[in-house]
């Protein structure tokens, strides 16, 4: 099962930009990162985990879908040979407020095989 790190958050003004990285680590060859299906959630403040969104996933075909709401400002986007995921948020706003995760979905002998991150906090404030 991939083990996955997050890295980019922080405090950023309203307008601004933070890109957010994701490396997994643990992967076999039998199963490598590549085959993953990546997804960055948002969980806002006052919320669990489980009423998390969705914010942006990319298929392990490299297929991007995102939230209607950051569709245009964020883009989500992998390196199979870093092991890496990526999410660039750009014009940001306070509503962007949340501790973002990674996600991982893989497909293994039939069975489902799903890994988070610890995340990682990003504030949007002036």
């Known amino acids: 099962q991939v083990q996955l790190v997050e890295s980019g958050g922080g405090l950023v003004q309203p307008g601004g930009s933070l890109r957010l990285s994701c490396v997994g680590s643990g992967v076999t060859y039998s199963m490598p990162f590549s085959m993953y299906h990546m997804s960055w959630y948002r969980q806002a403040p006052g919320k669990e985990r489980e009423e998390g969104e969705l914010v942006a996933r990319i298929s392990n075909r490299g297929i991007a879908n995102y939230l209607d709401s950051v569709e245009g400002r964020f883009t989500i986007s992998r390196d199979n040979d870093e092991n890496s995921v990526y999410l660039q948020m750009n014009d940001m706003n306070p509503e962007d407020t949340a501790v973002y995760y990674c996600?991982?979905?893989?497909?293994?002998?039939?069975?489902?095989?799903?890994?988070w991150g610890e995340g990682t906090q990003v504030t949007v404030a002036s």
């Open positions: 996600n991982a979905v893989g497909y293994y002998n039939l069975q489902r095989i799903v890994s």
